[in-house]
Each structure stands twice: as structure tokens, then as C-alpha cells.
């Protein structure tokens, strides 16, 4: 099966994620923050190796279906993984850092506010 799109390509990615029991994953939707991707995924790993299993797991799932990895940096300690697919970043982190990073809360979209209307001229 070859990936058709940016959604399709998240859902695989989320799949590979419960398949190694990825924990509490998050999905950001940022196309209309940023060009760089359409999704980013955050997900946790209990320790270094849980990290490494997912991140394993993605990177074979991504090559079974023939999706292109741009990048994956942090491998070397495992604490923080971020594996670039273009459409999809995904980010594997320990507990520790995921909390004190806070990805999550710096992607967020702020709360829309109502448009004033304009005031009227005299």
C-alpha cells in the first residue's frame, strides 16, 4: 500500500505508535501554523529502550510502504527521538522531557476571539 496523503500517512505513523504501546499520543494538526508539515505526532516511551522500540517500528512501517524519512535526530541517547516524513513529525520522548518541553502547549492554537467590529465613522 503506498500512502496517498498527509492524513494517511498520520494514521500509519499512529498505527506503528500502538503497535510498540506508544504512550499518550497527541496529534497537532499545524498546516495553518507552519509549511514545514501537516501533522506533528508526540508520543512517550516509559524509558530509552520503549523510545528506541517505537521509533524502530515507524521507521520499518515507513519502509514497508515505501514513505521517505527526511531525517531522524536523537537516536544516540534516546530521550527525545524526532523523526521528520515530510506530511508528519513525529516526536518520541521519555516522560521527562515531554512535560518539560511542552510541545503540546507551544503548537497550540490560542483560543479564537470574536472580530471587533470597526467603529463607525462620524
Known sequence: MTVQSAAELKDLVLAAVDD?????PVVL????????TDYMV????????????????VLETAKEHDVRVLGVEGRDRNDWVLVDLADVVLHVMRPQARSFYDLERLWELPDPT???KPAASV
Not at 494538526?29 to 514545514?36: G, K, Y
Not at 523510545?51 to 517500528?57: G, L, M
Open 20 to 24: 510498540r504501546k506508544g504512550i499518550d
Open 114 to 116: 470574536p472580530a471587533e
Open 29 to 36: 494538526a499545524v498546516s495553518s501554523l507552519t509549511e514545514v
Open 42 to 57: 508526540m508520543v512517550s516511551g516509559t524509558s530509552s529502550r520503549h523510545v528506541r522500540a517505537i521509533v524502530d517500528n
